[in-house]
């Protein structure tokens, strides 16, 4: 029991780290969106355009910030072809420090570098599921792709833990995608890690970011909705702080039901000491002494909670096994575990439960007078 | 090796006293075989338990084996009973779920033996009670006179000076009960002092003094037999 309630805290864990899978933890993205109120005589309902020199503004004038990058969408479907082989694959135009945003693996040759962005350099790393799809076995690290039309030189194939759709995308450095594709200086969003700094700091560069672009922009500091600027720190403490009063709750119902099993074993021994007060009688008479009597019950208590216990363990698996199969892919109740430690930490609980169970009737059949205990029938 | 002077036993229930021995003063010697014989209630139980170690006195002095026993702490009793005592009991009082080989094992166990000493000094001493045969069958697939062979054995394995046998052949046909006090002759022949408690007048002809107690008094400390 104790096991399933453990697992499934294990696996709403799980749930919630795997919605967080792909993208770094300790993020900050900015998305433009629309004025919704008056500022300095301007009308609401202004589009915000973000730029390069936000981008940069960011990037340097906010303190604490680790790894940044801009994203650049190409308008329109993209059409991608190598050779003979032409498709339609999703572009993200980006700086080098993407990698660490996305948390994407480079699995042959590079990722895009700082000079590609410098020079405007046309060139391109591919996801696993572009690569199957255009080079087939063919390694495809210095061949050319044309991108819309433009020829792009394959440098580096990526993988991703997101899922299929991240592997479907192509990267180019955002400067030569802006200039090749028509976007001058225009970007979509801003998206930056924060390193190790702590929530509160989080939250202020948040503010900070916002302020700042409030006034390039010249719309009200006030208005959540020109300038969206989303604190993935905040968001994910805030649902850790949720998984870690569930994990709480689970463990007091679980040490509950423990308590009710100690007081049944608990139980059972009394009655067992009761039936064999005579053999104990006999056993003190044949020199047994009280210490002896009293391991010989705690023994036996052990015992029993130990089988009983390894048998909870092994169902309890068995059930979130079970749970982790039939449960529909992508809720928030994933892998349900039980690792080492645990089951470990949960079998010593036992033992101490054993002790527990069988101390009241250990003492009694200690304090059983081998005079009476003979004469009992 | 048994020395009791004066030792006065009562118990308490609720308001009522009950005085069960009242000075009663004995000398065993080592190497007896001797029978104590009273009516019911005459304090025979009371006095096997004094001198088991199993229960206290309220006065007097006990000498066992030159020691004396006073105030005894529970684990103290235990050790010397383990050393210098042996039980037989009317009902046997083994242990149904332990083999014959296992129960005589028992107190080797107490006394710290490994298993492999333990195992062979049991077999030994069921091969002496005539039932290495039986050695792996628990007691209730046996007889009344094998489970009582089988609890001498065991009161014998730790090599006591002393053997307390209360009510021995109480549970067993006048046959058997015959061919157990043989056995308990024969211990005794072997030096180990032997205390019988009986009523039955056959049982105790076959020791070689009486002991016979009234109203928790010794009546007599070297009882004739009566004839038949």
């Known amino acids: 029991m104790l096991i399933v309630l453990l697992g499934s805290g294990v696996g709403l864990g799980h749930g919630v780290e795997y919605q967080f899978r792909d993208d770094a933890v300790n993020s900050i993205w900015v998305f433009p969106g629309q004025t919704s109120v008056p500022y300095k005589g301007l009308q609401p ?24 990058s801009s994203r650049y969408f190409i308008r329109g479907s993209v059409q991608v072809r190598y050779r003979n082989e032409t498709s339609t694959f999703n572009v993200r135009a980006v700086h080098p420090d993407h990698l660490y945003l996305e948390k994407t693996i480079v699995v042959d040759g590079r990722f895009l570098n700082p000079l590609d962005v410098r020079d405007h350099r046309k060139v391109a790393v591919i996801g696993t599921k572009v690569k199957d799809a255009l080079f087939k076995a ?30 479907e995308r192509i990267y180019l450095p955002i400067s030569t995608a802006q200039r090749a594709f028509g976007g001058a200086n225009r970007i979509g969003q801003i998206m930056m890690t924060t390193g190790d700094e702590p929530l509160e700091r989080t939250s202020a560069m948040a503010d900070e970011i916002h302020r700042r672009l409030a006034a390039r922009h010249t719309f009200s500091v006030d208005d959540p909705r020109a300038v969206e600027v989303e604190n993935n720190n905040e968001q994910f403490a805030r649902i850790n702080g949720i998984i870690r009063g569930i994990r709480i709750f689970v463990w007091i119902v679980g040490l509950g039901t423990l308590l009710a099993g100690i007081v049944g074993v608990s139980n059972i021994m009394l009655i067992a000491v009761r039936e064999r007060t005579r053999e104990i009688g006999v056993r ?27 048998a909870g363990l092994v169902l309890g698996v068995g059930v979130l096994e079970l749970a982790a199969r ?52 | 090796m048994v020395s009791l002077e004066k030792i006065d036993k009562s118990y308490v229930t609720g308001s009522h006293r009950l005085h069960v021995l009242k000075a009663v003063d004995l000398e065993i010697e080592s190497g007896e075989m001797a029978a104590v014989m009273g009516a019911s209630g005459s304090g025979k139980s009371t006095l096997m338990n004094i001198l088991g170690l199993l229960d206290n006195y309220d006065g007097g002095s006990y000498r066992l084996d030159g020691q004396l026993m006073r105030d005894l702490s529970e684990t103290r009793a235990a050790v010397l009973r383990r050393q210098l005592i042996g039980f037989v009991f009317q009902s046997f009082n083994l242990i149904p779920f332990k083999t014959a080989a296992e129960n005589v094992a028992l107190p080797l166990y107490y006394q710290g033996l490994g298993r492999r000493r333990r195992q062979a000094a049991a077999l030994e001493y069921l091969e002496r009670v005539g039932l290495r045969d039986w050695a792996t069958h628990r007691p209730s697939e046996m007889s009344g006179g094998q489970q009582q062979r089988v609890a001498i054995a065991r009161a014998l394995v730790a090599r006591p000076k002393l053997l307390l046998a209360d009510e021995p052949t109480g549970a067993l046909d006048s046959e058997t009960s015959h061919e157990i006090m043989e ?8 030096g180990v002092t032997v205390l019988v408690v009986t009523h039955e007048r056959d049982v105790a002809a076959m020791t070689r003094r009486v002991i016979r107690l009234k109203d928790g008094r010794v009546e007599d400390a070297h009882a004739r037999l009566p004839d038949a």
């Open chain 1, 45 to 68: 309902g202004r589009r915000v355009q973000l730029t390069n020199d936000d981008h940069d503004e960011v990037a340097t004038g906010v303190e604490g910030v680790d790894h940044i």
């Open chain 1, 138 to 167: 063919e390694p495809p690290v210095g061949k050319l792709i044309e991108v819309n039309g433009v020829a792009f030189q394959v440098v580096g194939v990526f993988s991703d833990e997101g899922g299929e759709r991240e592997l």
């Open chain 1, 284 to 310: 003190k008479a044949l020199g047994a002494t009280p210490r002896s009597i009293v391991l010989l019950i705690l023994q036996e208590s052990i015992l029993i909670t130990s089988i009983a216990g390894y």
């Open chain 1, 326 to 377: 039939k449960l529909p892919p992508g809720s928030y109740f994933r892998n349900p575990e039980v690792d080492l430690g645990v089951a470990l930490q949960a079998m010593a609980l036992l033992i101490v439960a054993g002790l527990v169970a069988g101390f009241v009737p250990a003492r009694r059949a200690a304090a059983v007078r081998p005079v009476e205990a003979l004469r009992s029938e």
């Open chain 2, 183 to 190: 056995l308990l002759q024969q211990v005794n022949r072997e």
